[in-house]
């Protein structure tokens, strides 16, 4: 197979695995709260990982709790996040689950606005600032802003240091969904000025189940588990030591080798827009240049999607958003960016990554062009 779906899940870095290894072993035995020599090692572990996911954000090491995964990130920022009562302001483009959180949200009685964004999927800081200006005078807390650091469906990077700089000035606590851009380093929490934000291990060479929200020191989070007090009590629950250290591995080599991998990365995508562009004129791209390197949306009027990558079973790429594939529902992304039901069901996403080769490039697109021809 050629697999070309790095947005929803990255292959597992082998440096990774060794590092999590010995800590899957009988002989790592030790609940990393236990008050004796396996529990601080375990312990010990735990915390240099936590470290490392801190280094890779630009956070201080206290601020990062781990999560299953950035679904439970998100919804223990959005949920725990919003002051009863206070106003909840999301872009449009967000993940499933951001905008699965709002109804909850609006039955207690949180106004909860979507924001819409520009033909390129970006939230125009004009956008949130009159939005702010509104929802600024329902009291009681602060308004919660979430805005994504870069789109799973487009690769869209958004103004995150104009937004936050808008939030701020108003007051609001600002929420970043940054599960696709982690991987590509330079992100700083303390830098951006954010008060949340969500990554997760499987989207960065790190394992499934495995994720992290960074809440600023003083940001008020409301947990909504109990248990045994784990992470300052904001996300109780018995931390799993090996994926913990494999998260924490993960961030590390990202944090080495995000320039380089990015660099290369936009080169076989710019390669892969070329060569299917050039067959297939009308072909429109989705993905601004500037976007995530390894991210290719395109849409060819009058085709199938779904039906096309049917036919294709050992090229392993995305229609819209492999979070709702097996939904005939078209993405909530591309419409919110103008585009038609047609064009969205019209729509491939690639997904290129660390371990994409030149050679699987080019033979993706030969596959893919000689199917859409041969139809
Ligand atoms: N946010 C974004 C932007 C994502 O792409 C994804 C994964 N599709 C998630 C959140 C959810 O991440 P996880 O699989 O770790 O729950």
């Known amino acids: 197979p050629i697999y070309l779906d790095h947005l929803a899940s990255t292959p597992l870095d082998p440096l990774v695995l060794d590092a999590m290894l010995p800590w899957f072993s009988p002989a790592a035995v030790g609940n990393p709260q ?9 312990a010990d572990a735990v915390e240099a990982a936590r470290a490392e996911v801190a280094a890779l954000i630009g956070a201080p090491p206290g601020a990062v709790l781990f999560t299953s995964g950035a679904t439970e990130a998100n919804t223990l920022a959005l949920l725990g996040g919003t002051a009863p009562g206070a106003a909840c302001l999301v872009s449009a483009v967000e993940h499933a689950s951001v905008l699965g959180c709002l109804p909850e949200l609006r039955r207690r009685g949180c106004p909860v606005t979507i924001l819409p964004v520009e033909s390129d999927g970006r939230l125009a800081p004009a956008t949130l600032e009159t939005a702010l200006e509104t929802a600024q005078h329902r009291p009681p807390g602060p308004a919660l802003v979430s805005v994504m650091a870069a789109n799973n469906e487009v690769g869209t990077l958004q103004p995150l240091a104009e937004l936050a700089a808008v939030a701020r000035a108003r007051g ?14 330079g992100l700083s929490m303390d830098g951006l000025g954010l008060d949340f934000l969500s990554l997760s291990g499987h989207k960065l060479g790190g394992p499934m189940g495995i994720g992290a929200l960074a809440a600023r020191d003083g940001a008020a989070l409301r947990p909504p588990s109990a248990g045994g007090g784990q992470q300052r009590g904001l996300r109780p629950g018995t931390l799993p030591t090996a994926l913990c250290v494999g998260l924490g591995a993960a961030c590390r080599l990202a944090r080495d080798r995000a320039a380089e991998d990015s660099r290369r990365i936009a080169g076989l995508r710019e390669r892969l827009w070329f060569l299917l562009s050039a067959a297939l004129p009308r072909l429109r791209r989705n993905s601004p240049p500037d976007g995530l390197p390894g991210c290719l949306s395109v849409t060819l009027p009058g085709l199938d999607a779904a039906d096309l990558l049917l036919g294709l079973p050992d090229l392993a790429l995305s229609t819209g958003s492999a979070c709702h594939s097996d939904a005939a529902e078209p993405s909530h992304v591309l419409l919110a960016m103008g585009r038609s039901v047609e064009e969205a069901h019209a729509t491939l996403r690639f997904g290129l990554g660390r371990t994409t080769m030149a050679e699987e490039v080019e033979r993706a697109a030969g596959l893919l062009i000689a199917a859409i021809l041969a139809d």
Do not use: F, K, N, Y
């Not at 236990?34 to 375990?42: C, D, E, K, V």
């Open 34 to 42: 236990a008050a004796h020599r396996p529990g601080w090692r375990a």
């Open 172 to 185: 609001a606590l600002i929420h970043s969904d940054a599960t696709q851009a982690a991987g590509g380093g």
